[in-house]
């Protein structure tokens, strides 16, 4: 596609509840990364990957959240059990080669648990 | 580790006037990459100019010019001219190896212009 494209754009989650985010990169993009942007701040790394393998996870905040790339081009990242502290705005970027300001970011998913 | 730091929450400035938005940063990283984005109401961010840790020379844009002070650790973002769609949040970020690894961002600076 011509851009990053995220899916669902706006999603209200129950408390407890399973959500599961959707990023489609840019063709043949190899890197991809996740960020969560909570309100009035900046965004925060969660995690990255090169192809399929993914290289960092470090930022993950517990482990209700997984991401996976499994063929190297759309990813998911799942929210099992969702908290409040969850809200935030989730964005996805991907870069052929994240250097010099390659990436290009979608325009998020906004989650709010209630 | 590293981090971004942007100490103007909010800015205002006439339409067509100069600004110039604060970003200082602190890693112990030799080689890394200096960001600034726009992220204007619609959520995406805009890619607008990049540094590297051993670029001599000031990086620009078109209209956007990064001052660049290695040894005072500062990465100032100046608009020249500015227009009333500048109007957004402005983001510093960086990153290790020239950028080939994850962004840290700061807090952001969000920017109105005046008409």
């Known amino acids: 596609g011509a851009g990053v494209s995220q899916s669902p754009r706006y999603k209200v989650a129950k408390r407890g509840q399973d959500v599961a985010l959707r990023c489609d990169p840019i063709s043949g993009h190899v890197s991809l990364f996740w960020y969560q942007q909570a309100l009035g701040q900046g965004p925060e790394f969660l995690t990255y990957f090169q192809n399929e393998a993914q290289l960092d996870k470090s930022g993950l905040p517990s482990d209700r959240f997984f991401a996976e790339r499994p063929e190297g081009s759309v990813s998911t990242l799942k929210i099992q059990r969702t908290q409040q502290e969850d809200s935030a705005v989730y964005l996805c970027?991907?870069?052929?080669?994240?250097?010099?300001?390659?990436?290009?970011f979608g325009s998020g998913t906004r989650l709010t648990v209630v | 580790a590293q981090k971004i730091t942007q100490t103007q929450p909010g800015m205002f400035v006439q339409e067509k006037e100069a600004v110039t938005l604060d970003c200082t940063y602190d890693?112990?990283?030799?080689?890394?990459?200096l960001f600034w984005y726009k992220q204007p109401s619609s959520g995406e961010m805009i890619f607008l100019i990049y540094?590297?840790?051993?670029?001599?020379q000031n990086a620009t844009e078109g209209r956007y010019s990064l001052n660049f002070q290695k040894a005072r650790k500062s990465a100032n973002l100046v608009i020249s001219a500015s227009q009333l769609g500048d109007s957004a949040m402005y983001f510093c970020?960086?990153?290790?190896?020239?950028?080939?690894?994850?962004?840290?961002f700061g807090t952001g600076t969000r920017l109105t212009i005046i008409p």
């Open positions: 970020a960086m990153s290790p190896n020239f950028g080939n690894e994850k962004l840290t």
């Open positions: 540094q590297g840790s051993y670029d001599e």
């Open positions: 890693t112990s990283d030799q080689s890394y990459g």
């Open positions: 970027a991907s870069s052929l080669v994240p250097r010099g300001g390659g990436y290009t």
